[in-house]
């Protein structure tokens, strides 16, 4: 049986914590390192309901993309939520480990997964690591369809091939538009507009699009626009990161249990379609 210190330096080689983007917050939240390990929970997101399926499941170890504290913080008072997190994880005994912007530019990284998700064909990374000689690595993914489909067939198959969500699948362009080439980038990308339009692709597929950068974007070229739910784009990374540390354990001998969370904690919970007449 593992130890702590033994599942987080395999995870660390998988995501290694200098990759990460200087402002963000990866690594171990919290955890003994001599703890031992028989089972860990992936998930998107550190919050309750995530740590609640942890301590059912009995794991011993939960990893999220997301970080806990990205700002630091003062207190881990119980009466912050933040710190009943910390709490539950303690008394527990479930250590936290975070993979953010590192588990997103490695290879194969979040955007390997969405991609796979969505059943497209990776090129090349969309933002390029400049330390990386392969040219593998790097941030969102460029990417292409065995056959061009319409906008509208598009929106279809992330709509049957993404978790679901209350949100579910917002598009902007022309539903017949045809697509080939698209590029994705799990979690918010709307500062990536410029690579994808240099990248010159059919369409962009990412979360948390506003309305300013999406109608600059459109204004400037057929661009189409396809905002899926945050946490979607994201959770196809737990099931690729349970199956890499999967292939560790078996590796080692080390007999993990790993489990990928299916608590949907994206904050929309519902959806209403507009029923007002405008036109
Ligand atoms: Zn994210």
Same mark, same amino acid.
């Given at each position: 049986?593992?130890?702590? +210190? ?6 660390? =080689? ?7 983007? &200087? ?6 939240? #919290? ?23 942890? !301590? ?24 912050? &939520?933040?710190?009943? !997190? ?5 008394? =527990?005994?479930?250590?936290?480990? !975070? %993979?953010?912007? =590192? ?9 390997? #997964? ?19 000689? #392969? /040219? ?23 709509? %049957? ?23 994705? +980038?799990?979690? &918010? /990308? ?7 339009? %240099? ?14 950068? !999406? ?5 400037? +070229? ?18 690729? %990161? ?12 080390? =007999? ?12 929309? $919970?519902?959806?209403?379609?507009? $029923?007002?007449? $405008?036109?």
């Amino acid at each position: 049986m593992p130890r702590l +210190s033994e599942v987080i330096a395999a995870l660390e =080689n998988l995501w290694p914590a200098e990759r990460a983007e &200087s402002w963000d917050a990866v690594g171990t939240v #919290a955890g003994d390192p001599d703890q031992e390990v028989t089972r860990v929970l992936f998930a998107v997101d550190p919050v309750r309901e995530t740590v609640d399926e942890a !301590v059912q499941l009995d794991a011993d170890l939960l990893v999220t993309h997301h970080p806990l504290y990205l700002r630091g913080t003062t207190t881990v008072a119980a009466s912050t &939520s933040k710190g009943r !997190v910390v709490h539950d994880l303690i008394k =527990n005994d479930v250590a936290l480990h !975070v %993979a953010h912007t =590192n588990a997103d530019k490695a290879d194969p990284g979040v955007s390997d #997964a969405l991609a796979g998700a969505l059943g497209l064909r990776v090129l090349r990374p969309l933002v390029p690591d400049r330390d990386d000689p #392969a /040219g593998r690595r790097g941030l969102g993914r460029v990417c292409e369809l065995d056959a061009p489909e319409t906008l509208r067939e598009f929106a279809a198959r992330a709509a %049957a091939s993404l978790p679901a969500t209350a949100q579910g699948i917002r598009v902007a362009g022309d539903p017949d538009a045809r697509i080939r080439t698209v590029a994705v +980038s799990g979690g &918010s /990308g709307d500062s990536l507009f410029d690579d994808v339009r %240099a990248a010159g692709v059919d369409a962009f597929l990412t979360a948390d699009l506003r309305h300013h950068p !999406v109608s600059e974007a459109r204004a400037h +070229s057929p661009l189409a626009l396809i905002d899926a739910a945050h946490w979607a784009t994201e959770q196809p990374w737990c099931q690729l %990161a349970a199956a890499q540390l999967e292939e560790i354990s078996e590796r080692h001998g080390w =007999n993990l249990r790993v489990h990928v969370s299916t608590t949907v904690t994206d904050p929309w $919970t519902a959806h209403a379609a507009s $029923t007002h007449p $405008t036109h």
